[in-house]
């Protein structure tokens, strides 16, 4: 019995972790300095995931725009800017969607997912083709 008992509470716990949502606010980390950048906020709209800059770290840089950016963004701030379009959520991963990297500019294809064994590190994809850069965003638990 008491075997039964704890299979069905590491059942539910496995359950659990894998419903674990990607919504809310994560804290980006530079993956070439180690430096924290700033808060993003994912949230969903019409059954997409977006991501929206809603707080940067650097003082220096609270009232920095994308000068590299192209189109509706250009010379926009940075800060209240999205930054993360477009994701469908497929299996254990959400793709489809666009990254953009506010410093230079740059609009990559993204997927993001979960650490398998932590739901508080969620793993971002920027890529174009075969080439890609991973960076390790960790949810604000407040």
């Known amino acids: ?3 039964s008992i704890f299979t069905l509470v590491v ?5 659990t972790v894998n419903a674990q949502s990607i919504l809310g606010n994560w804290k ?9 950048k700033s808060i993003v906020n994912l949230y969903e709209e019409n059954g997409k995931v977006y991501g929206k800059v809603v707080k940067v770290f ?8 994308c000068d590299k950016c192209e189109g ?4 926009k701030l940075i800060l209240g800017m999205t930054i993360i379009e477009g994701l469908k959520k497929k299996g254990d991963e959400y793709k489809g969607g666009t990254i953009l990297d506010p410093q230079k500019g740059k609009e990559y294809d993204c997927k993001i ?3 398998e ?3 508080n590190k969620l793993n971002v994809r920027g890529y174009i083709a075969f ?4 960076q390790n965003w960790y949810r604000v638990v407040e």
């Open 131 to 134: 080439f890609y850069r991973t």
């Open 117 to 119: 064994d932590n739901a």
């Open 11 to 15: 059942l539910m716990l496995a359950v």
């Open 113 to 115: 997912w979960l650490e």
């Open 72 to 75: 509706a963004k250009k010379d």
């Open 58 to 65: 650097n003082k220096d840089r609270q009232d920095a725009v």
């Open 28 to 36: 980006t980390v530079d993956d070439e300095t180690g430096e924290t």
């Open 1 to 3: 019995m008491k075997k």
